[in-house]
């Protein structure tokens, strides 16, 4: 081959590669820039979207890491408040709270489920569920009002309450909310509790036959504070009731074959009332052993026969704290008119006592029937020597408030008197509390 040939091709060879490198040098400047400004752009939308996360991650660090509602305020804090929502705002307010935190949960039931009153059937039902299924709301249970079912036929209390009864065992307060408790109500709640023993210590509205079954369980509840007895028609019983032992006991309703049997029981009592009709030597026997210490005190007494108006007559003195006394009397009518405030003492008092309610014999019944009253006894006199009454005893007692006595036919139509600073004996009708017979229950 020509060597001019060979010199050309070899140029272009050499012309070609020069070109190459050039343009390998010249892309690599161009490429450089491209990937400063790839990188500058991620950066730059790197920066811009820098503070967006942070907000983002600082926002899910806010949720996630706030404060727990029950860490904001004490638990006693939270109780105050949650007591103030249910005064104003009723149960409801505390079942919306219950969902804030579990802190809150635990304070709210324990007191949505303090003190629950039950009245209707599907209340009672739909609690006894809760309190069964979830021992937590069982032992949040102190109070528990309840009334029982009536029917057509009969009066029973919730099957469904008295299943679930057992499971409260801490327990200390039962009212029946009824205005005539029977023996059948208060054997049916002692039974339901027949094997636990919660620290019960108040029994009202609960009436309960002292029988064997019952006595037997009433020795598990030691800490009773108020309760009311009946005895059983079986004799033996009063042995096994003696055996009963209820060193805190300071309220007590019973008849007196259960109070005889209570008798080592009794030390404590500051409130009682016996149902039971008594003559005058049982009414100073149970005063002799009491007197000194009782504050109120409800009796019947057993008049029969007798002349004149019969006005209370109690060994006074040794009454020394008494404040609240009722006497009802039990007893046919008089049959001669008495002489002025016979038998009245209205200067040997109780030296603590506010009031006074008397149910006399002589003012009931109807003056219709006129054969079994002396000549010349009438409304007008009966009127008269009562409201005498009740003003001697108001001008003689310094302590006395207001004296109730009873009048007509209907054994709870009371009449109150009051004595204002001038001496003026002022009349209305008592109020239905005062009307009740548990008047004596709230004297402190």
Partial sequence: ??????????????????SKENSSASRAPAEAQQNDASVSQTSAIAVKKEPAMKAKRSRKTRVKHAPRPDNIFPVEVWSMILKYLLGIGGEREIARMAYLSSGIRYEAESILYHSPKLIQEHQMTQFSETVISCSRRALSVRTLMFKPLYDSDSAEISE?????????????????LCRAPTPYYGNQVIGALHGSRPPLKYMRG?????????????????????????????QGDLQKISQLHFPKLRTLESDIMSF?????SLGSVTHLS???????????????LLGKQLISLYVRRELGDYDGRMYPKLPWAKLKKLKYLR??????????????????HTRQIPPALHTLVW??????????????????????NREEDIYDFAWHCLTDWPTLWR???????RIDNLIQCTMDSHGVLHEKQASMRQRGHNGWLDVV
Avoid at 160 to 176: E, G, V
Avoid at 331 to 338: D, H, L, N, S
Avoid at 362 to 379: L, Y
């Fill in 1 to 18: 081959m020509p060597s001019s040939a060979k010199g050309r091709r070899g140029g272009r060879k050499a012309a070609k590669k020069s």
């Fill in 160 to 176: 469904a309450l008295m299943s679930a009864l057992p499971t409260m065992q801490k327990l200390t307060r039962l009212q029946l």
């Fill in 359 to 380: 149910l006399p014999t002589w003012t009931h019944g109807s003056m219709r029937a006129a054969s079994t009253f002396a000549p010349g006894d009438t409304t007008e």
């Fill in 260 to 264: 005889g049997g209570l008798r080592a």
């Fill in 274 to 288: 016996i149902t039971s009709p008594l003559d005058h030597a049982t009414l100073d026997d149970v005063l002799q």
């Fill in 403 to 409: 004296v109730l006595y009873g009048y007509g036919r």
């Fill in 327 to 344: 006497i009802d009397d039990r007893g046919r009518q008089v049959r001669c008119i008495p002489g002025e405030h016979e038998g009245l």
């Fill in 206 to 234: 609960l009436l309960v036959q002292l029988n064997e079954l019952n006595i037997e369980i009433l020795r598990g509840l030691s800490d009773l504070e108020e309760a009311r007895f009946v005895s059983s028609e079986e």
